[in-house]
């Protein structure tokens, strides 16, 4: 893996899940960051949320991030808001760097507070895996009911070097962001200026995992987190190097958010919702989400049935504004709905062979309108159900 330049990671078990499970993780930087987030809009807002938020709010730069699964530090008043600043206090001790420049993110079952005798416990065996752990190790101690450790990489050229990035992220359900989904973070060693980062990745995730969804619920501990070190000596300077940064973090995210609706708890399709000619992109964006976080549409990805008149029923009730005989539906790219009335032919055949793959291509049109939008969604399945069924079990 081509790690960007100066970061380090770490890993261990702490006992927050199960017994001998990474569940504590670290990301260090050799040499403070510009740093970026994004948060949930969810108004319960976790405890390392809040703090992550404080601590960005000056633009001063961080040196790496705090995380772990198993406990997510949410709805616990100033207790965990307190906790969670002793964890930094604690890790910061091991990790060699200050606590105010450690960023902290968690996740797990909501409402319970920290155990901060097993924080002070993992403490010397976090410090002890510094620069020994890789990121696969880091990426696995923030899975909770993810089945795969979700990573992407990217790099390019300038006249002054190379710049790598390197994205890591965790989400299977409860995923349906107003601006992140999960815990994400990105690395980078191109040296950008704050504004220009965050800017950069507000820009970003509004493109790709900000248009995922798995259940339609939006998590408390939302957060997409990015660090920029500047470790490769490359300045990004002229607007083209910005375009070009740009161009492959934005890839990263996309691969994270295919990752994330790839792995949906219990999920066996992605489907592609492509909205096209609407009034306004906020229009599109209804009717893709409505589509997407049908439970009827999706239970219908799941048996394979290509039922497309839900499809139908879910843009009209989405709230945007088009006329029901302008609406184009094209499943895998045949023509299936149009002037108010279905095709001729048989769609039972001809979709059957598209809605039995991995990815399905879902594409409405609803007139000739400037505004569009694109949604991943995952399908509703039994093992969906029974997942969230016996979470805490």
Not at 337 to 353: K, V, W
Not at 362 to 375: E, Q, Y
């Amino acid at each position: 893996m081509n790690i960007p330049v100066g970061y380090t990671f770490a890993a261990t078990a702490a006992s927050f899940k199960k017994q001998g499970k990474l569940d504590l993780g670290a990301i260090v930087s050799s040499t403070p960051a510009v740093a970026a987030g994004v948060f949930t809009t969810n108004k319960f807002k976790a405890a390392p949320i809040l703090q992550c938020q404080e601590m960005l709010a000056d633009g001063r730069k961080m040196s790496g991030f705090l995380v772990n699964s198993g406990q997510a530090n949410a709805c616990t008043g100033e207790e965990g808001r307190s906790n969670c600043r002793e964890t930094l206090n604690l890790a910061a001790k091991v990790l060699n760097v200050p606590a105010d420049e450690l960023l902290p993110a968690s996740t797990g079952v909501i409402g319970a507070q920290f155990d901060m005798t097993k924080w002070e416990a993992a403490m010397p065996a976090l410090g002890e895996s510094l620069g020994l752990a890789t990121p696969e190790d880091t990426a696995h101690s923030i899975m909770t009911t993810d089945t795969v450790q979700k990573l992407c990489e990217s790099s390019f050229e300038l006249k002054g070097g190379q710049v790598r990035l390197l994205g890591m992220c965790k989400g299977a359900g409860m995923i349906s962001p107003k601006m992140a989904t999960m815990l994400s973070f990105i690395m980078c060693d191109a040296d950008i200026s704050a504004e220009a980062w965050q800017t950069m990745l507000v820009d970003c995730v509004n493109l790709s995992i900000n248009r995922v969804t798995v259940d339609g619920d939006t998590s408390t501990n939302d957060c997409v987190m990015a660090l920029a070190n500047g470790a490769s000596g490359v300045a990004i300077e002229s607007e083209e190097d910005y375009i070009l940064l740009r161009k492959h973090l934005l890839t990263v995210l996309e691969d994270l958010a295919y990752k994330i609706v790839m792995d949906a708890e219990g999920g066996t399709k992605v489907a592609f919702i492509q909205v096209s000619g609407a009034k306004t992109d906020d229009d599109a964006e209804l009717v893709a989400r409505a589509v997407g976080n049908s439970p009827l549409v999706k239970t219908a990805l799941f048996g394979s049935d290509p039922n497309w008149g839900r499809i139908i029923c879910a843009a009209g009730y989405s709230g945007a504004n088009f006329k029901p005989e302008d609406l184009v539906l094209k499943i895998g790219g045949i023509l299936v709905f149009r002037n108010g009335t279905p095709e001729p032919g048989d769609m039972d055949d001809l979709l059957g062979p598209i809605m039995s793959q991995r990815d399905i291509v879902i594409h409405i049109d609803i007139g000739d309108g400037p505004g569009s939008s694109m949604l991943l969604a995952s399908d509703l399945t039994k093992e969906y159900v029974s997942i969230n069924a016996d979470y805490r079990s």
